[in-house]
């Protein structure tokens, strides 16, 4: 009997080990070799982080560990989706900065950190949302706010007046998970990489832009080169194919405003506000083409009639409203941009205008 568990013991023993050196060694959702918490740590210190898009990083799970990670809240802090990713500590001459902007971000995303701040008594003294138009368009809503469901629920009873003082505070593990060394799940999804030799791997540097994709220490992106060095026409070659197929994103099967996801954002502000949290609200730029474009379609209106409810949601609440959808305040042009919806470092700052000071 002893013998037949010693013959299996050697025979499975090799396969634990290639088990585990496969988990380790790919380690494709940042869980043994590299964790989101040391991430952060880096970041923390000041580096910037190098090899992010390449291992299809989760950006939700890095600014919880990020903003778990923080002695003391900072005091200006941007949210919205990637459309805000260019703001940076020197546009508003603070190093007490963080840029929260997630992609593809919706109401939820903006509750969810909220909610992560408001747990963790790390409200910033200045908030500035970025609102995008489709921000309430049901029909564009998408699963990835759920990586923070905890954060975005707890936010939500607070606001609704109905969380209970005995409720824990909500808490997302971004550190090593030991369990995963042998996980056969984990496994077969990381074996599947190894011919691609695809695996999270990161590097830590100085400089504030290098060839590749670079997350900054203040959470503001610096593009990759290609990005940064993009030819205009291909911009506008991009921005022509969408518009002939119709597409703006995320504004199709838009109908109309959502008042849910606007009553929300409005219950937001309110609380923000009544926390001693200066709001201000930032509406990015459309290009020229594609501004022009939104103008003509009657589909695509409803951004127009979205820029006037919020001027209107600024007005009524006192609050500072900079930017607008229409790109002719700010002086933007095609070689602006980077792709058909973002717009260059460079020209960022210019975007940040007053509309609507606060009272």
């Known amino acids: 009997m002893i013998k037949k568990w010693l013959k299996a013991a050697l025979f499975l023993l090799p396969l634990l080990i290639f088990i585990g050196w496969v988990n380790w060694y790919v380690d494709s959702y940042a869980l043994l070799r590299v964790t989101y918490d040391g991430i952060a740590a880096q970041m923390a210190a000041g580096k910037h982080v190098e090899g992010l898009e390449d291992s299809d990083y989760n950006d939700r799970n890095l600014l919880a560990a990020r903003i778990g990670g923080m002695e003391e809240p900072p005091q200006v802090m941007v949210l919205g989706s990637s459309r805000v990713y260019t703001f940076d500590h020197t546009m508003f001459g603070t190093d007490s900065f963080y840029n929260a902007g997630l992609s593809e971000a919706t109401i939820y995303d903006l509750l969810a950190v909220c909610g992560m701040a408001v747990s963790q008594n790390k409200l910033p003294a200045t908030a500035v949302i970025g ?15 759920k990586e923070l469901e905890s954060y975005a629920n707890y936010m939500s009873l607070t606001l609704d007046g109905k969380l209970s003082p005995e409720l824990a505070r909500p808490h997302k593990d971004t550190g090593r998970d030991w369990g995963k060394t042998v996980s056969l799940d984990y496994f077969r999804y990381n074996i599947t990489l190894l011919p691609e030799k695809k695996r999270f791997a990161v590097s830590y540097t100085d400089d504030w832009v290098t060839e590749g994709y670079l997350k900054h220490s203040d959470g503001s992106v610096s593009y990759q080169r290609e990005l940064r060095e993009v030819d205009p026409s291909d911009v506008e070659e991009m ?29 937001l502000v309110d609380y923000l506000q009544e926390a001693g949290v200066e709001v201000i609200l930032y509406l990015p730029p459309y290009s020229p083409m594609m501004y022009n474009y939104i103008e003509s379609e009657e589909a695509f209106r409803i951004a127009l009639e979205v820029e006037e409810k919020v001027k209107n949601l ?42 609507i000071e606060a009272r």
């Open 239 to 267: 921005t022509r194919q969408a518009m002939e197929e119709h597409v703006v994103y995320r504004m199709t099967d838009y109908r109309s405003i959502d008042e849910g996801h606007f009553s929300q954002f409005s219950e």
């Open 131 to 145: 609102v995008d138009p489709f921000l309430f368009n049901t029909s564009h809503d998408n699963e990835k706010w």
């Open 314 to 355: 600024a007005a009524e609440k006192g609050i500072a409203l900079y930017g607008s959808y229409d790109p002719a305040g700010c002086g933007l042009e095609m070689t602006d941009l980077y792709d058909v919806y973002h717009v260059k470092t460079e020209k960022t700052a210019d975007t940040y205008y007053p509309v």
